[in-house]
C-alpha cells in the first residue's frame, strides 16, 4: 500500500522492504492515495489520524449480516469512524456480467504499524490490484483471525486492530478478495514504546532513540545512534552515549560517562564520577562526590555539584559552575562564565575573554589570554588577570588584585575596604594606562589620595579624608595618582549573579509501566427476569414466663494476664543485617501497650534491639543456616512474656546452566529445559527457585503448559521445577531473527543480577549436517544454524543471520552477511563475521576474530587471542591469557581481561581498559578513555585531548599531543605528559613525570618523586615525601608541599610557593640566579600579617647589623634579614623576640645557619616566626639557599622584602 498526503502535516513513514507508507499523524484533512482513492483523515488518539475512503465502491446486493458480540480488551483503542455492521464474511458481490472474462484480481501483502495498547485502523485493498482496469470494484471475500489481539472488520476494505495488553512484536492474519488468486497476509508489528533495553555486564542499544537501564554490577553499555536514555544503576559504569542527543545517569559508583557527537545531559549521581560530554552543546551534572566533569568541544553548560570536583570547559563559550566544594575550574578555550561557588575555589578563565565568579570563600582566580572580567565575590580572594585588559572587581573581604599585562581596570565601591587600612584592597601591579573603576556610587571627588607614612612607595586610597580605606595601591607613587587614573562604572555590578541548575537527580530509572487501559463498553446486557418470591409463613409468636430472679454473686477482679508472645521466622540472604518487628504477632489480654525488654545472645552474628520493637541481626561473615534466640516483651502493667527467633541465613540460588535455545522457523514451539537453563539453590527445593521475567521475548512469548496453557508475561515468575517437569514453552511468531527474555533468579529471599537467555529463530537448521571429520558446510544465503562438532571444519553462513558453532577442532567460521553469531568452542579458531552486527566467541584455544564491517561484539575468552574490530563502533573484550586488541576507526570500547594484553584504539574516541596484567596500550587520534587496570602497563595516548587512568602499578604512559588528563596511579610510575597544557596527578607512589611542552599542571601525590615541568609556565605540586622539582623553561610556580624537597626552577622567572610553614624545609638551588625569583605564600597557612599595610606584597624589610633591644628597630616590618649566623631556628626565634621593635606578629626572615644542615654549613635559610615577641611558639625553617653567598658583604643585592608575597 503505497499513499502520500495532500497537506502539509509531519508524516509516519514505514518500510515494508516492498515499499514505503506514507500516514499523516497530525491533523484531520484530505488524503490522496496513488491509486486514485480520495478520502479524509479523521483525529485519532495519541496525535493518529484514520483515513477513511470517501465514497467507497459499494458492493452489490448481498444477505443482511450479522452483528458480532465484539469482544471486550483491557485497552483504549482510538476512536474509530462510525463503522457499518462487521461480518465475518463480508457479503457476497453479485457475479460479473462479462462472461468471466475478467482476469481474476490480486491481494498483496500489507504491513502496519502501532505501539503497544494502541488501536489501529486500515485499509488492506489500497494495494491490491484488478488486473488490466475491467471491473468496477475489489472487496474483501474472506479472513483470518489473529493471534495476539483484536480484529474487527469495518466494510470497505477497513480494519481495526486492537493488540492484547502487553503483547509487542508482530501479529498477523490473512484474507482474501472475491474472485482473486490468492490468499495475501496482513502484518502488524505492535511497537514496545519506552519498554527499557536492560543490560547486564556489556551491552549495547540499537540505532534508534532507546531507553536503557544497566544492573547492579559494572556495566559497559553504548547508546549507539538514537536519542538515548541511559541509566546505570549501582557499580563502577561506562556509558557511552555515541550518536545524537543523549541522556546519561551514572548513579551510585564510581562513574564514567561519554556523551559522543549530540547535544547530551551526562547527570554523574553518586561517588566520584568522571563525565566528558565530548561534541556538542552539551550540559553536565556531577553532583555527588569528587567529580571530574570536561565539556570537550561546544557550548558547554557543566556544574561540579558537591564535592571538590574538577570541571573544564573545553573548547567553545562554555558556562562552568563549580558549585558546593573545593573545586578547581577551567574555561579553557573560548569564551567563558565560570562560576566558583561555595568554599576555596581554584579558577583559569584559558583562553578567551572570560567572565568569572568566585562567589563564596577564599577564592584564586586567574583570567589567563584576553580581556577578561573577574569577580571575587565573598571571601578573601586572589585575582589575577593575567593576559589582555581585564576587569578585576574583588568583592566583599580582603582582596589582592593583580592585573597583569595589559590595560586593566580595577573596581572599588564605597562598600570596598574597611575602617582599618588592615581592611583595603591590595592592588599589586598599578601602572600606565591602568584604572580604578567607581562603582556603587562612589565618586572622585569622594575620594582621599596620599602616600603611606610607613612605606613611601605605596599609595593609599580612602573614601574620604576620615572615611574607609578602600585601596593601597603597591608600589605607586601618590603624585601620579589624577582624576584622569578613575573612571565611573555605570549600572550595578553587584550583587553577582549565581546560576542555579535544574539537576535532575534519579537514584534509580522510572520504572516503565503498561498503559492503564480503561474497558470498553459492552453491548447492553439482555435485563434479567425478576423471580416471584414466595411469601414466607408467619410465626407463631410465643407466651413468656417470668423467670425468678436470684441475687446474683459479688463480682471479683479479675487477675491481671500476662502478654502473649509469639514465636517470629526470618529468612535473610548472608550479606547485610536483617531488620524486622518482633511485637507485630504478640498481644496482650488487656489490651495495653507493649514494648520489647530484651533479646538473648546469638553464637553467629550480632543483635540489638532498635525503636519500636524492632530488632536488627547481622550474621557472622560466612555463616549460613538457621540461628534461634529468645526476645522477651513487656506489657502496661509490667508483666513478660518469652518467645523464640528463629533466622535462617539463606543462601541465593545459583545459575548454573544458561545456554539458551535454537529453534527452526517451522518449529512453532520448543521446551526449555535444565540443559538450556539451569538453578540450584542448597536451602530451597526446585519450586522455590523463580524465574522472574522483566522483559519478554520479542519474536514470540512464554507460556507454562499444561490442561490450560498460560502466556508469562512481563512480572510473572516460573520455577526450576517448571523447567524440569518440561513445561516452559517457547511458542515463535514464524519470524527468523535474535531474541532474548531477561529474568532475575531469587528464592524470594536473596536476588541475583539480571540475566539474558537467547532465543535464535532460523530459517532452516542444519545442525545435524556436522560430523566429528573435518566438515565443510556452506550455507544458502537464509538464516541458519550450522554446527561442525569435532575436527576442522569450515562453516560459511552466506547471507542472512547465521549461527555457527565449530565445536572441537580448529575451525574456520565465515558469517558472510547478515548479523551472525559465531562461537569458535575448543582449540585454536579463525572467526571472519564479515558485513553486519556480528556477536563472535572465541572459546578456548588462540583464536583469531576479525568482525569486518558493522557494529561488532568480540569475545575473545580463553586463549591468547586476537581481535580486530572493523571500521564501526565495536566492543572487544579479549578475556583470559594474552590477547592482541584493534579497533578500527570508530568510537570502540576494548576490555583486556586478565593476562599481558596489547590494545590498539586507532582513530575515534575510543575506551581502553587494559584491566589485570601488564598492558600495552595505545589510545591513537581520538578523544580516548584509557584505563590501566592492575600491572605495570605502557600507556601512549596519542593525539587529542585524552584521559588516561594507569591504575596500580608500576606504569608508563605518554601523553601525546593534546590537553591531556593523566593520572598514574599507585605504584612507580613514568609520565611524559607530551604537547598540550596537561593536568598530571602522580597519585601514590614514587613516580617520575615530566610536563614536556605546555603550561602543565602537575600534582605528585605521595612519594618520593621527580618532577620536570619542562617548555612553559608550569605549576607544580610535590605534595607528601622528599620531592624533587625542575621548573624547566618559562615562568614556572614550584610548591613542594610536605617533606623535605628539592627545588630547582631553571631558566626563567619563578615562584617557590608555599602553603604551610610545618611542609618541611625545602632545598632551593638556584634562588634568583637564572631569573628574578620570588617566594609565594598562601594567606591561609600564615596568619596573622596585621602590619600597616595590611596583606601587602611586598613586605616591608630590614636588615639587622645590630643585635638586641638596643639594635636596629624592626617595628612595622615583615622580612628580616640578618647579617649574623645563629646555631638553629630557635636561636633565631630568641633574637627576634629580644629585638627592638619586637611586637605581637609574625614575620619572615633570612639567615645564616651553623649547625642545623650540615651538607650546607653557614648557607642562608629563609625561615617564618609566627609571633615575633614571643619564643615560647616554634619558628620555622621554609627553605635553604645556596644560591646565596654566604660571603657577601651586601645581601641586600641577593634577596629583599620584594621577593616575598602573601596571596
Do not use: C, H
Amino acid at each position: 500500500m503505497t499513499s502520500a498526503a495532500i497537506n502539509t502535516v509531519r508524516a509516519r513513514v514505514i518500510n515494508t522492504q516492498e515499499s514505503l507508507l506514507i500516514f499523516p499523524t497530525e491533523v484531520s484533512g484530505k488524503f490522496q492515495t496513488f491509486s486514485g482513492l480520495v478520502g479524509e483523515t479523521l483525529p485519532g488518539a495519541n496525535g493518529e489520524v484514520i483515513f477513511v475512503p470517501q465514497n467507497p465502491p459499494a458492493p452489490t446486493t448481498s444477505p443482511t449480516p450479522t452483528t458480532p458480540t465484539p469482544t471486550p480488551t483491557t485497552v483504549t483503542p482510538t476512536t474509530p469512524p462510525t463503522p457499518t455492521t462487521s461480518p465475518t464474511t463480508p457479503p457476497t458481490p453479485t457475479p460479473s456480467t462479462n462472461g468471466g472474462t475478467n482476469p481474476a484480481p490480486v491481494a498483496n501483502n500489507d504491513f502496519f504499524q502501532t505501539n503497544l495498547g494502541q488501536a489501529t485502523f486500515f485499509n488492506v485493498l489500497e494495494n491490491d490490484i484488478i488486473v488490466g482496469g475491467n471491473g468496477t470494484s475489489i472487496s474483501v471475500n474472506q479472513f483470518g483471525s489473529t493471534a495476539n489481539g483484536t480484529l474487527v472488520f469495518n466494510g470497505a476494505g477497513i480494519f481495526t486492530y486492537t493488540p492484547d495488553p502487553n503483547f509487542f512484536g508482530t501479529d498477523s492474519f490473512s484474507y482474501t478478495v472475491t474472485n482473486g488468486t490468492a490468499p495475501a497476509q496482513v502484518f502488524i508489528q505492535v511497537l514496545a514504546g519506552n519498554q527499557p533495553i536492560i543490560i547486564e555486564g556489556i551491552g549495547k542499544g540499537t540505532e534508534t532513540s532507546d531507553y536503557i537501564t544497566g544492573a547492579s554490577g559494572n556495566d559497559v553499555i553504548n547508546g549507539l545512534a538514537g536519542d538515548d536514555t541511559i541509566f546505570g544503576l549501582a557499580g563502577n559504569d561506562e556509558l557511552r552515549g555515541d550518536e545524537d542527543n543523549d541522556t546519561l545517569y551514572g548513579n551510585e559508583g564510581n562513574d564514567s560517562l561519554t556523551g559522543g557527537e549530540g547535544n547530551d545531559e551526562l547527570n554523574g549521581g553518586k561517588d566520584n564520577d568522571f563525565l566528558n560530554a565530548s561534541a556538542g552543546d552539551d550540559t553536565g551534572f556531577g553532583q555527588l562526590g569528587n567529580d571530574t566533569v570536561i565539556g570537550d568541544i561546544g557550548n558547554d553548560s557543566l556544574y561540579g555539584g558537591q564535592g571538590a570536583d574538577s570541571v573544564r570547559g573545553g573548547e567553545g563559550n562554555d558556562l562552568v559552575f563549580g558549585d558546593k566544594g573545593s573545586d578547581v575550574l577551567w574555561g579553557d578555550a573560548g569564551n567563558d562564565t565560570v562560576y566558583g561557588g561555595e568554599e576555596e575555589d581554584l579558577i583559569f578563565g584559558n583562553d578567551g575573554a572570560d567572565t568569572v565568579y568566585g562567589n563564596q570563600g577564599n577564592d584564586t582566580i586567574f583570567g589567563g589570554i584576553a580581556n577578561d572580567a573577574i569577580f571575587g565575590g565573598e571571601g578573601d580572594d586572589q585575582l589575577s588577570g593575567e593576559t589582555g585588559d581585564d576587569f578585576l572587581f574583588g568583592g566583599i573581604g580582603l582582596d589582592t588584585l593583580t592585573g597583569g599585562s595589559g590595560s586593566d581596570t580595577f573596581v572599588m565601591t564605597a562598600e570596598s575596604g574597611g575602617a582599618n587600612l588592615a581592611d583595603a584592597q591590595v592592588v599589586n601591579d598599578f601602572e600606565l594606562g591602568d584604572r580604578i573603576g567607581l562603582a556603587g556610587g562612589l565618586q572622585f571627588s569622594d575620594l582621599f589620595i596620599s602616600q603611606s607614612a610607613e612605606n613611601a612607595g605605596n599609595t593609599i586610597i580612602r573614601n574620604g579624608s576620615a572615611g574607609g580605606y578602600v585601596a593601597v595601591l603597591i608600589g605607586v607613587d601618590s603624585n601620579t595618582i589624577t582624576a584622569d587614573s578613575f573612571t565611573p562604572i555605570s549600572g550595578t555590578i553587584i550583587p553577582i549573579p549565581v546560576p542555579t541548575p535544574t539537576t535532575p537527580t534519579p537514584t534509580t530509572p522510572p520504572t516503565p509501566t503498561t498503559p492503564t487501559p480503561t474497558t470498553p463498553t459492552p453491548t447492553t446486557p439482555p435485563t434479567p427476569t425478576t423471580p416471584t418470591p414466595t411469601t414466607p409463613p408467619t410465626p407463631t409468636t410465643p407466651t413468656p414466663t417470668t423467670p425468678t430472679p436470684t441475687t446474683p454473686p459479688t463480682p471479683t477482679t479479675p487477675a491481671l494476664q500476662p502478654p502473649i508472645a509469639q514465636n517470629d521466622t526470618v529468612k535473610r540472604t548472608p550479606d547485610g543485617s536483617v531488620t524486622f518487628n518482633v511485637l507485630t504477632n504478640d498481644s496482650d489480654p488487656q489490651g495495653s501497650q507493649l514494648s520489647l525488654v530484651s533479646v538473648g545472645t546469638v553464637a553467629n552474628g550480632s543483635v540489638s534491639i532498635t525503636a519500636g520493637g524492632n530488632v536488627t541481626f547481622i550474621p557472622n561473615p560466612g555463616f549460613t543456616g538457621p540461628e534461634t534466640f529468645s526476645y522477651t516483651i513487656q506489657n502496661g502493667y509490667g508483666l513478660t512474656s518469652t518467645a523464640q527467633i528463629i533466622i535462617n541465613v539463606n543462601i541465593p540460588p545459583t545459575l548454573l546452566v544458561n545456554n539458551g535455545i535454537i529453534l527452526e522457523i517451522n518449529d512453532d514451539q520448543q521446551n526449555i529445559t535444565a540443559g538450556n537453563l539451569l538453578a540450584t539453590d542448597p536451602d530451597n527445593p526446585p519450586n522455590e527457585i523463580f524465574y522472574r521475567i522483566t522483559q519478554e521475548p520479542n519474536l514470540g512469548n512464554l507460556q507454562v503448559v499444561g490442561s490450560t496453557p498460560q502466556r508469562i508475561n512481563t512480572g510473572d515468575a516460573f520455577t526450576q521445577q517448571n523447567i524440569d517437569l518440561g513445561s516452559i514453552q517457547f511458542n515463535a511468531r514464524n519470524v527468523s531473527g535474535g531474541d532474548q527474555f531477561l529474568f532475575l533468579l531469587t528464592d524470594n529471599i536473596g536476588t541475583t543480577a539480571q540475566s539474558s537467555f537467547s532465543i535464535t529463530i532460523v530459517d532452516r537448521d542444519l545442525s545435524s549436517e556436522g560430523t566429528d571429520g573435518d566438515d565443510l558446510i556452506p550455507g544458502t544465503g537464509l538464516s541458519e544454524y550450522i554446527r561442525g562438532f569435532a575436527g576442522n571444519d569450515t562453516l560459511l553462513g552466506a547471507g542472512n543471520r547465521d549461527i555457527l558453532e565449530g565445536g572441537t577442532g580448529r575451525d574456520s567460521l565465515d558469517g558472510g552477511e547478515g548479523d551472525d553469531v559465531l562461537k569458535g568452542d575448543a582449540e585454536d579458531d579463525t572467526l571472519l563475521g564479515q558485513t553486519g552486527n556480528d556477536s563472535m566467541f572465541g572459546g578456548q584455544g588462540n583464536d583469531s576474530l576479525d568482525g569486518g564491517a558493522g557494529r561488532n561484539t568480540l569475545l575473545g575468552e580463553d586463549g591468547n587471542d586476537t581481535l580486530i574490530a572493523g571500521d564501526d563502533s565495536n566492543l572487544l573484550s579479549g578475556g583470559n591469557n594474552d590477547d592482541i586488541l584493534i579497533s578500527g576507526i570508530g568510537n570502540d570500547t576494548l576490555l583486556g581481561g586478565s593476562g599481558n594484553d596489547s590494545l590498539t584504539g586507532n582513530a575515534g574516541d575510543d575506551s581502553l581498559y587494559g584491566e589485570d596484567g601488564e598492558d600495552l596500550i595505545f589510545a591513537g587520534v581520538g578523544r580516548d578513555l584509557v584505563l590501566g587496570g592492575p600491572g605495570n602497563d605502557s600507556i601512549d595516548a596519542a593525539e587529542n585531548n585524552d584521559t588516561v587512568f594507569g591504575g596500580s602499578g608500576n606504569d608508563s604512559i605518554i601523553g601525546g599531543d593534546g590537553d591531556d588528563t593523566l593520572s598514574s596511579g599507585e605504584g612507580a610510575d613514568t609520565v611524559l605528559a607530551g604537547t598540550g597544557d596537561d593536568s598530571i596527578f602522580g597519585d601514590a607512589g614514587n613516580d617520575s613525570i615530566v610536563g614536556d611542552l605546555g603550561e602543565d599542571t602537575i600534582y605528585a601525590g605521595d612519594g618520593l618523586d621527580s618532577l620536570f615541568g619542562g617548555i612553559g609556565n608550569d605549576v607544580i605540586f610535590g605534595d607528601g615525601g622528599n620531592d624533587t622539582i625542575f621548573g624547566g623553561e618559562d615562568d614556572d610556580t614550584l610548591a613542594g608541599g610536605g617533606g623535605a624537597d628539592s627545588l630547582i626552577g631553571n631558566v626563567g622567572n619563578n615562584s617557590y610557593y608555599y602553603l604551610a610553614p610545618t611542609e618541611g624545609v625545602d632545598i632551593i638551588t638556584e634562588f634568583n640566579v637564572n631569573g628574578d625569583d620570588r617566594f609565594l605564600f598562601s594567606s591561609l597557612g600564615f596568619p596573622g600579617f596585621t602590619t600597616a599595610e595590611g596583606t601587602v606584597v611586598p613586605l616591608q624589610g630590614i636588615i639587622i647589623s645590630n643585635l638586641g633591644s638596643e639594635g636596629d628597630d624592626i617595628s612595622n616590618k615583615q622580612v628580616i634579614i640578618f647579617q649574623d649566623s645563629f646555631d638553629n631556628v630557635q636561636a633565631v626565634n630568641a633574637a627576634l623576640k629580644n629585638q627592638k621593635g619586637s611586637v605581637d606578629g609574625a614575620g619572615f626572615f633570612v639567615y645564616r645557619n651553623n649547625l642545623s644542615y650540615a651538607a650546607f654549613p653557614g648557607a642562608y635559610v629563609v625561615g617564618y616566626d609566627p609571633n615575633l615577641s614571643d619564643d615560647s611558639l616554634p619558628a620555622f625553617d621554609l627553605g635553604i639557599l645556596p644560591s646565596l653567598d654566604p660571603q657577601t658583604n651586601n645581601i641586600s643585592t641577593l634577596i629583599g622584602p620584594s621577593d616575598f608575597v602573601i596571596i
